[in-house]
Every structure is written in C-alpha cells, then in structure tokens.
C-alpha cells in the first residue's frame, strides 16, 4: 500500500520561507512524476509543482520563480521549498504520486500571516 506523509507545513510571516517534504512508502523512482498541489479555503485544488523521473520540473505561474521543487529517489522523497511566501499561499498543500494510479498525502496546512 502506498503512503504518503506531509510534513513542513507551519504559520509564516509574509516574505518568509518553509520547506515541505513528502516521504513515500514505496520507490518513487518507478513512479512517473511526483508533485505538489494545494487547496484553499473555498476553492479548487490547483497543481502547485510537479517534477518528473527525468528530472523535469513545472510550476504554476503563480509560483514560478518563489518555489523550487526537488527530489531524493533514495530516500524516497519530494520537497517544495517555497521563498518569498504571500497570503494567497496558504492552502493545505497535498504530496501526489503519479503512475497507473494517483496517490494522495492527507495534507500539510501552510498559512501565511502577519
């Protein structure tokens, strides 16, 4: 069974940074992608970063230039570092795993804040 577990996620001034892991159960390196999405209050989940196998990576417009996606296929993990965070950043951001199937973390609440 795969899993999936979030972590990183916290309160954080506007300007400020946080790093988001995601540690899978299983070998990410057979997988097609890994990637991040985030869901605000009242709104739709939306892709965040995605980053695949060969090392290629892709960022919605609002993120581009503030996060960075990366990833350890030995230890079988996906980060998001995200820098120069706005309010409109907070979401719960889910970890996803993309092969046959789609897996899915339960989520780490990032909110931005004064």
């Known amino acids: 069974q795969v899993q999936l577990v979030e972590s990183g996620g916290g309160l954080v001034q506007p300007g400020g940074s946080l790093r988001l892991s995601c540690a899978a159960s299983?070998?990410?390196?057979?997988?097609?992608?890994m990637g991040w999405y985030r869901q605000a209050p009242g709104k739709e989940r939306e892709l965040v970063a995605t980053?695949?196998?060969?090392?290629?990576?892709n960022y919605a417009d609002s993120v581009k230039g503030r996060f960075t996606i990366s990833r350890d296929n030995a230890k079988n993990t996906v980060y998001l570092q995200m820098n120069s965070l706005k309010p409109e950043d907070t979401a719960v951001y889910y970890c996803?795993?993309?092969?046959?199937?789609?897996?899915w973390g339960k989520g780490t609440l990032v909110t931005v804040s004064i």
């Open positions: 996803n795993l993309r092969g046959g199937t789609d897996y």
């Open positions: 299983v070998s990410i390196s057979s997988f097609y992608s």
């Open positions: 980053i695949r196998n060969s090392g290629s990576t």
